[in-house]
T-cell receptor
Framework: DTGVSQDPRHKITKRGQNVTFRCDPI?????LYWYRQTLGQGPEFLTY??????LEKSRLLSDRFSAERPKGSFSTLEIQRTEQGDSAMYLC???WGSGKEKLFFGSGTQLSVL | GESVGLHLPTLSVQEGDNSIINCAYS??????FIWYKQESGKGPQFIID?????DKRQGQRVTVLLNKTVKHLSLQIAATQPGDSAVYFC??????????FGTGTSLTVIP
């Protein structure tokens, strides 16, 4: 499978715990995006990387959220001290190019904070 | 902030009919638009895109129309099939490289 891969598919955690999600983009895609989606809503932009550089972060991204893409390939999204409001689907997408190009999404990680 | 909205939250069509899903956007600087299809439990799937230098683009059974004057985008699906049942999102990109998504329209195809 050469699509965007996300792990885990589901995560249940207790409030206050830290969680980390992983995304493997389509190989050779230089851009990687993280989005969050709640039920009945469209995806909301969180952050994006071009290669290993984090170029944009949404104001939605609180200090409890951190994302990395250390070698310009896979990326991790960590949420510290999770809150119930963090419950959502976390989507990763990747694209190739230097301008605006279509995003290819993974199947997401569904986070439930109890 | 950006505002991308859809006129109808739900749409039901008979199998074999054509479907039209509409999307309004507010940022006149947006110059790239994408339609995505999302099935339950899956990530959004690319359908078709269009840049602002075009008014119309066709794919397999799908057509996207862009009216920059009224900031309106539509997705037409020909001969709608049960497998087309899903939520459809439009996404826009303006300055920067982030995409803004609308709320989505749920399409139900009646056999």
């Amino acid at each position: 499978d050469t699509g965007v891969s996300q792990d885990p598919r589901h995560k249940i955690t207790k409030r206050g715990q830290n969680v980390t999600f992983r995304c493997d983009p389509i190989s050779e895609h230089n851009r990687l995006y993280w989005y969050r989606q709640t039920l009945g809503q469209g995806p909301e932009f969180l952050t994006y990387f071009q290669n290993e550089a984090q170029l944009e972060k949404s104001r939605l991204l609180s200090d409890r959220f951190s994302a990395e893409r250390p070698k310009g390939s896979f990326s991790t999204l960590e949420i510290q001290r999770t809150e119930q409001g963090d419950s959502a689907m976390y989507l990763c997408a990747s694209s190739w190019g230097s301008g605006k190009e279509k995003l290819f999404f993974g199947s997401g990680t569904q986070l439930s904070v109890l | 902030g950006e505002s991308v909205g859809l006129h109808l939250p739900t749409l039901s069509v008979q199998e074999g009919d054509n479907s039209i899903i509409n999307c309004a956007y507010s940022n006149s600087a947006s110059d790239y638009f994408i339609w995505y299809k999302q099935e339950s439990g899956k990530g959004p799937q690319f359908i078709i895109d269009i840049r602002s230098n075009m008014d119309k683009r066709q794919g397999q059974r799908v057509t996207v129309l862009l009216n920059k004057t009224v900031k309106h985008l539509s997705l037409q699906i020909a001969a709608t099939q049960p497998g087309d049942s899903a939520v459809y999102f439009c996404a826009e990109a303006s300055t920067g490289n982030q995409f803004y998504f609308g709320t989505g329209t749920s399409l139900t195809v009646i056999p």
